[in-house]
């Protein structure tokens, strides 16, 4: 080949390559003039059908990522409706309508013909009639006892011990063995009102039983989410020995007001507001949690609270007349978890 032909063919690829180059740039100016012309836009999420079902996914990471998608969408619509709301209520002022009550467990209760007015006069007259009105007419003082099962564990041994410092004029004796039946007559001639046991069960308390004496009732609770005063953090001072106030929260039915009329029946009804300590038993879907609480005065408006503990839940399962008889013992009430939890919207306090 000679140096021409060389030269030649040198040129002419040259020539193709810049042809090329310069047929690029063309078509994607075309390409980007006709999006422009057109007005298409780059391809967005799209919405979900009204009839989309998520579970008929099969494949897992699609249902995965499909999920997220939905949950995204939902958080977007939600927060588009609040800020709409939001912008009304501004601009009506004063006649913007109140704010909607959300929908929750609780207020969606269903009805129960147990619901009873606390200023109802025959409920006021059963109150003052009953087992626990000498207490409420401060002519009797109660006495605790508390023990425990039988070899208790350390963390039940503290349990008691700071259950001693809530409760006024509490006294805890070891259990050494001895039944119950043997345990409550020495506690009626010894004038003790209450008996109260924490049970365990590998090394965690999981029981309380409550024998109000001495004609009872007796009740069984479930215990949970125990936490001792030194476990917690940021907690106050040990507490003190003056007498706390007592507040019984969302007791609502005729059995509720019997329940919490035996927990406010261990404390003496006088309580010493210098102490500014407060014992607290609410109840929420049948649950009781325990609190125990030191409160100060910031200013006229503010109030701090500082938690001493010990803290747990209670769930009641059964209410016997009388003292406690596992044999032959009569059950005002015993929960049955097949017959009365068939509706999580249904409480029995």
Known sequence: MTKAQEKSGGSSKKGLK?????????????????????GVQPPK???????????????????????????QQQRKEKLAVKKKLKKESEALGDKA???PVPKTIDNQRVYDETVVDPKDEEVAYDEATNEF???????????????????????TVRLCNQLSTVIPNSHVYYRRGL???????????????????INEDRKTP????????????????????VCLSKEMKRRGEDPTEHIPEIILNNFTTRFGHS???????????????????????????????FR????????????????????FTLKLRSLQKGTFDSKYGEYEWVHKPREMDTSRRKFHL
């Open 179 to 197: 039944a119950l039946k043997k345990i409550i007559p020495q506690c009626i001639s010894r004038d003790f009102t209450d008996l109260i046991v």
């Open 18 to 38: 810049g042809k090329a180059a310069s047929e690029e740039p063309q078509e994607a100016a075309i390409t980007e003039d006709g999006a422009m012309e057109s």
């Open 292 to 311: 125990f609480h030191r409160y100060i005065f910031r200013s006229e408006k503010k109030v701090g609270i500082q938690e001493l503990g010990p803290r």
């Open 45 to 71: 999420a799209a919405s979900f059908p009204p009839g989309f079902s998520i579970s008929e996914i099969k494949n897992k990471q699609r249902w995965h990522l499909m999920f997220t998608r939905w949950k």
């Open 259 to 289: 329940v919490g009329h035996m927990f406010a029946s261990l404390f003496p009804q006088n309580p010493q507001f210098i102490g500014r300590q407060v014992a607290t038993f609410h109840n929420q879907r049948d649950y009781i949690f």
């Open 133 to 155: 009105a000498s207490y409420f007419n401060r002519k009797t003082s109660p006495k605790i006892l508390i023990t425990t099962s039988d070899r208790p564990r350390g963390r």
């Open 206 to 225: 999981n029981g309380l039983i409550l024998s109000h004496l001495p004609n009872g009732p007796t009740a069984h609770f479930k215990m949970s989410s």
């Open 97 to 99: 309508p109140p704010k």
